[in-house]
Nanobody
Framework: QVQLVESGGGSVQPGGSLRLSCKAS????????MGWYRRAPGKQRELVAI???????YYAASVKGRFTISRDNAKNTVYLQMNSLKPEDTAVYYC?????????WGKGTLVTVSS
């Protein structure tokens, strides 16, 4: 049984930064691509960033240049450093494998960007 627990969300002003963490239990982590996803109010969940086991990365156009995904395999943890945050980044952020698995979704962590 795999559990993914997200943390690090909060409320920030536009232009601010946050660092999200996703701690994975179980052994399905090291050898798998991991992704950060988000669901904004009234919208469908969307993919934000991916990191492969070799640490190759992919970013959605809307966050490229502002967000950085990383992973620490020794800690079974994936991170998302978010800089220059905008109000449109307001969402619940989730981590999951990529492609996502329905049974791996956690509760997410809420990020609110507002002045």
């Amino acid at each position: 049984q795999v559990q993914l627990v997200e943390s690090g969300g909060g409320s920030v002003q536009p232009g601010g930064s946050l660092r999200l963490s996703c701690k994975a239990s179980g052994n399905r982590f090291t050898g798998y691509p991991m992704g950060w996803y988000r669901r904004a109010p009234g919208k469908q969940r969307e993919l934000v960033a991916i990191i492969t086991p070799a640490r190759d990365t992919y970013y959605a156009a809307s966050v490229k240049g502002r967000f950085t995904i990383s992973r620490d395999n020794a800690k079974n943890t994936v991170y998302l450093q978010m800089n220059s945050l905008k109000p449109e980044d307001t969402a619940v952020y989730y981590c999951n494998q990529f492609p996502s698995r329905t049974d791996y979704w956690g509760k997410g962590t809420l990020v609110t960007v507002s002045s």
